[in-house]
């Protein structure tokens, strides 16, 4: 157990579906962060949300929307995704934005888009 | 704008050997710090080190090792007398105060 849960831990969603993605995290974290993985590539910073607003959004399209409706919790929801979407997305929190001790990381989810 | 580059994609070792990861990373700023991560098969992200940029000093925990040098930009770590279980990929980040920048990482397979 990590103290970053996200769930679920894999996902598989046709291009035409709706679906979220959620992570969890209890360490009293004020920022907390989604990264995409994809092979071979490194991760690549999607969001960013520091005490539930949103700080950064790295050029990511709409169809990724997510949403903080506490510091708590994190989620993205997604729709009308592409194939080339398919990748390890990654939550993570830190104490603060900006902090300089590190992340703790989810497991991630495994999103296949067919 | 930072960079952190893995140069080595993939690499493969029998255990016991011992073996570096390379990690070079580029920024303007003079304050900044630098992390190791592992990422074994579960997904998740597990802290190794972190280092800042005031502090060259080398470190050492247990098999592993961290070689930071400025000069060079650079933040190798070394696994002494590999195993198994170090089989994993690894990331080097840098962080500016802002968020952190990771590399394509280097996956790791250590043979019995």
């Known amino acids: 157990e990590t103290g970053v849960t996200q769930t679920p831990r894999h996902l598989v969603m046709g291009m035409t579906n709706k679906k979220s993605l959620k992570c969890e995290q209890h360490l009293g974290h004020n920022a907390m962060y989604w990264y995409k993985q994809s092979a071979k590539k490194p991760l690549e910073l999607m969001f960013v949300y520091n005490f539930k607003e949103q700080t950064e959004n790295n050029s990511v399209p709409s169809r990724f929307s997510p949403e903080c409706p506490n510091s708590s919790h994190l989620f993205l929801h997604l729709h009308t995704l592409q194939p080339e979407d398919s990748a390890l997305y990654l939550c993570?929190?830190?104490?603060?934005?900006?902090?300089?001790?590190?992340?703790?990381f989810g497991s991630g989810t495994r999103l296949t888009v067919v | 704008a930072q960079k952190v580059t893995q140069a080595q994609t993939e690499i493969s070792v029998v255990e016991k050997e011992d073996v570096t990861l390379d990690c070079v990373y580029e920024?303007?700023?003079?304050?900044?710090?630098l992390f190791w991560y592992k990422q074994p098969p579960s997904g998740e992200l597990v802290f190794l080190i972190r280092r800042n940029s005031f502090d060259e000093q080398n470190e050492i925990s247990g098999r592993y090792s961290w070689n930071f040098q400025k000069s060079t930009s650079s933040f190798n770590f070394t696994i002494t007398a590999s195993q198994v279980v170090d089989s994993a990929v690894y990331f080097c980040a840098l962080s500016e105060a802002r968020y952190m920048r990771f590399g394509a990482g280097t996956r790791l397979t250590v043979k019995p």
């Open positions: 920024t303007r700023d003079t304050t900044y710090y």
């Open positions: 993570a929190s830190s104490q603060e934005f900006g902090d300089f001790y590190g992340y703790t």
